[in-house]
């Protein structure tokens, strides 16, 4: 008896950080990988020589929810972090700090072709993401 609650007090420690994780929008690489999404899609809205990948953009999306999946997030939670509005402006966001540390401000489209063009020779996802049309 002792044996089978020692087992179970073992388990239930192991089960723990499973229950503990932390909310979608705060896990590291889901928010990374976003994160370089909402830069490409930024470029490509503000560079004409740039486009987007899409089909490459979808199974980056794929893999990512995936990836969510395994963490333990239900189908739920992925979902309504995808689609919340607050979580887009955020991201938008941060995609628009990261760019204009990079030197890329809205007006300026030869700055978000340069990064975009410096982000494909890097092979970066944000350069995976991108098409140069030059």
């Not at 189908?75 to 540390?101: C, I, N």
């Amino acid at each position: 008896m002792m044996k089978s609650l020692k087992i179970a007090a073992l388990s239930l420690l192991m089960a723990a950080p499973a229950l503990a994780r932390e909310p979608i929008n705060k896990e590291a690489y889901i928010n990374q990988t976003l994160l370089q999404g909402f830069i490409a899609d930024q470029i490509a809205d503000n560079c004409p020589t740039m486009k987007p990948r899409k089909l490459r953009a979808l199974n980056e999306l794929v893999k990512l929810r995936d990836y969510a999946l395994t963490k333990g997030y239900s189908r739920a939670e992925v979902k309504a972090f995808v689609e919340s509005k607050t979580e887009k402006a955020r991201g938008k966001a941060e995609a628009a700090a990261w760019l204009k540390k990079q030197g890329a401000v809205p007006g300026k489209a030869s700055a978000y072709c340069a990064v975009g063009e410096a982000e494909i020779a890097k092979n970066s996802l944000i350069g995976q993401l991108l098409r140069s049309t030059r």
